[in-house]
């Protein structure tokens, strides 16, 4: 039976070339991209890396390097980044038929069928998606998923590669395995890595190796899996219908403490409609509705206060008002007055598929709303994620997060488009 040939595809600092594409300035700039609430770096240009910025660091502990060195800051764009998400996505397709988007950033595509040099092919994808979005991206391409990531990890570490590793040249690959670290394997995380190093494997090489015995014993039966992929033998396909999510949370800390139960309705509102437009985009119904609130942990001047409810649904909806109106009621419910809360989220579980729920004739029937439901997320998706709200969603000045630095949404408001003289 023929070899299966996988490639992954990923992004470079996703975020920060974002940025890039709509301000050639930034090129080889120092650029970081922050968290929700402007909290932590989670995006570095390789500029930044290399004056020691960490992944994840806190933005106030960097701040004398960003400050000395001149870092581009941005707070983080979310509706930018997931349309140029939706761009790169569409061109890679264009590739293949067999394609699994992973993160916003990476997607594993199938190329068993590509005629001629597949490296060649690589690179014409990477040139291909560089020039219509200005997106770089890095390609490993292998006989497995778990090898396609590590020769992805091998494209964007050594510049020789220029963007694109191909394994299938190789004839023994244990060279270039014994140069990466056994953390950077697809799944293996820092508890795990820090095991397998006081075993003596510090490397994808001397993982791959291993007796299958020590496999079990150190990382059970998902782990064989995963070695059995460094070996070159396929366990994990493409997953081009992803199974049911079991739930999906929307949720923020707040820009400032909220002490009014209003101002944190109004924050709950707009989470819920996220969560239902989200929801909706993968056409599943939700039955169970629950939301958070707590204050901050850390504050040692004020009482913690940590609270959370649900309520299951007659009739299982992505319908935004009926969302919104079972999220504010279990709000009400929650709420205690004399607290400085600093963050709330809204949970949505209990899915079905559309057209696969089960039928209350005694309720009320939501589904007279799908036009409208449908029109309002048309009109948010081209002109903006906010275009359209409910009401209870009004004044969000009072709770907003903190965005100092957000760059426009260059692609999806008309207002914020880009002029050319």
Sequence with gaps: MKNKVFALIDC?????????????????????????????????SKEAKALGIKMGVPLFKVRDIIKKEKVHVFSSNYTLYGDMSRRVMNIIAEFTNDIEIYSI???????????GDIEKYGHKIRKTVLQHTGIPVSIGIANTKTLAKVANHIAKDDISFLG?????????????????????????????????????IYNVQQLKNIEDY????????????????????????????????????????????????????????????????R??????????????LRTSPFDKKNKYYFNSSSIHLSVSTNDTIEIVKAASRITSQIFKLGYLYQKAGVLLSGFYNEGEEPVDLFSTNYKIRDNLMETIDSINNRFGGDTIKVASEQHLGTWTQKKEKCSPSYTTNIDTLLVVD
């Excluded at 996703?14 to 991209?33: D, G, H, I, T, W």
Aim: proline share 3%.
């Design 164 to 200: 694109v590793c191909s394994l299938l040249k190789f004839k023994n690959i244990d060279k270039l395995l014994s140069s990466v670290a056994v953390g950077e394997v697809w799944g293996i995380g820092r508890q795990l890595s820090k095991k397998l190093n006081m075993h003596g």
């Design 279 to 292: 929801i909706r985009s993968e056409k599943l119904l939700a039955s169970n509705v629950s939301v958070f």
């Design 214 to 277: 020590r496999i079990r014993k150190m990382m059970s039966i998902n782990g064989l899996k995963t070695v059995t992929e460094l070996r070159g033998v396929s366990c994990l396909p493409l997953e081009e219908v992803r199974a049911t999510r079991k739930s999906c949370c929307t949720s923020r800390s707040f820009g400032r403490s909220l002490q009014e139960l209003e101002d944190i309705q109004q924050a709950v509102a707009i989470f819920s409609r996220r969560a239902a437009e």
């Design 105 to 115: 950033d990476e997607a594993f595509i199938g190329l068993d069928g590509v005629p």
């Design 12 to 44: 470079n600092a996703f975020y920060v070339s974002c940025e890039r594409v709509f301000n050639p300035k930034l090129n080889n700039q120092p650029v970081v991209a922050l968290s929700n609430n402007d909290g932590c770096i989670i995006a570095r």
